[in-house]
């Protein structure tokens, strides 16, 4: 079992997870897996793949039930609704302003938090994933970042189930039957042989493949096959980087392949 939380929780976090907890333990099933790998103190970076939009729920349920309740880089959008952005801001998450010179903001906030001993969680893709079959595209480098600053551990995280309940870009919920959310957390990415390298773009973006490459196999691992061709770029096929790609750009989606069974529920 393990053992206290390392910070208290804000107020309104605790009214989230009262609120949202049970409603998530009743309605799906759960595959979780690599536990040991969270560290049970100290701040640190979690980055897992993003294929819906229930996938922050289904990550923080994760991190939550394991005592390691993780703070979110969430867009700013969603500060500006009306009841939510009050709860989830004083709940601690941390807005994101994209393709904007407040985003530098986000990012200062983030190595605060990963320094005040948080868990600080990175969808590394910025977005749900545009690979046609939900493998883990192009990351973006924030959460190789903020590792680099703090010389913190950066936990890779792969998820697949999320997208059954809510496909990606959806507007239905499939609750019935309950579908098994499958989330498995692997050893820390090593960086460092980066950490007395300049803080550049090359640097940035060889800790951010090897990020992306540690959620890629933890996710073959629970997909039960392996991702055959080259990370899928939205820049090089011409899709947008945010919003729905389906709204501007066909690229095709095959049936993703299924995960394997044999997990506990």
Same mark, same amino acid.
């Given at each position: 079992?393990?053992?206290? #939380?390392?910070? #208290?929780?804000?107020?309104?976090y605790r %009214?989230?997870?009262? %609120?949202?907890?049970p409603m998530l333990m009743a309605l799906t099933k759960r595959d979780w897996r690599g536990v040991e790998h969270l560290p049970m103190s100290g701040g640190f970076v979690v980055s897992?793949?993003? *294929?819906?939009y229930v996938d922050p729920l289904i990550f923080a349920h994760y991190m939550f039930d394991n005592r390691r309740e993780a703070y979110?880089?969430?867009?700013?959008?969603?500060?500006? *609704?009306?009841?939510?952005?009050?709860?989830? #801001? @004083?709940?601690g998450q941390i807005p994101v302003y994209r393709n904007s010179l407040a985003?530098?903001?986000?990012?200062?906030?983030a190595v605060d938090a990963v320094r005040q001993g948080k868990a600080v969680a990175i969808f590394?893709?910025?977005? *749900?994933? @545009?690979?046609?079959? %939900?493998?883990?595209?192009?990351?973006?480098?924030?959460?190789?970042?903020?590792? %680099?600053?703090?010389r913190c551990p950066l936990i890779p995280v792969a998820q697949w189930g999320p997208e059954e309940i809510l496909s990606p870009y959806g507007h239905r919920l499939r609750l019935f039957p309950r579908k098994t959310m499958h989330l498995r957390a692997g050893p820390p990415v090593d960086l460092s042989d980066l950490y007395d390298q300049p803080i550049d773009t090359r640097t940035l973006r060889e800790a951010t493949d090897r990020l992306m490459d540690r959620i890629t196999v933890l996710l073959e691992e629970i997909r039960g096959e392996q991702h055959t061709h080259e990370r899928f770029d939205p820049r090089r096929h011409g899709v947008p980087e945010i919003g729905d790609p389906m709204k501007h750009h066909e690229i095709g989606r095959s049936k993703p392949g299924s995960p394997t069974e044999g997990g506990t529920a």
């Open positions: 079992m393990r053992g206290a #939380r390392p910070t #208290r929780l804000p107020l309104a %009214l989230v997870a009262f %609120l949202v907890r897992a793949n993003h *294929i819906s979110f880089l969430a867009k700013e959008s969603l500060f500006a *609704i009306p009841f939510v952005g009050w709860v989830i #801001r @004083r709940a985003a530098a903001q986000a990012y200062r906030a590394p893709e910025g977005t *749900i994933t @545009r690979d046609p079959d %939900l493998w883990p595209m192009r990351g973006k480098t924030g959460a190789a970042r903020v590792a %680099l600053e703090t």
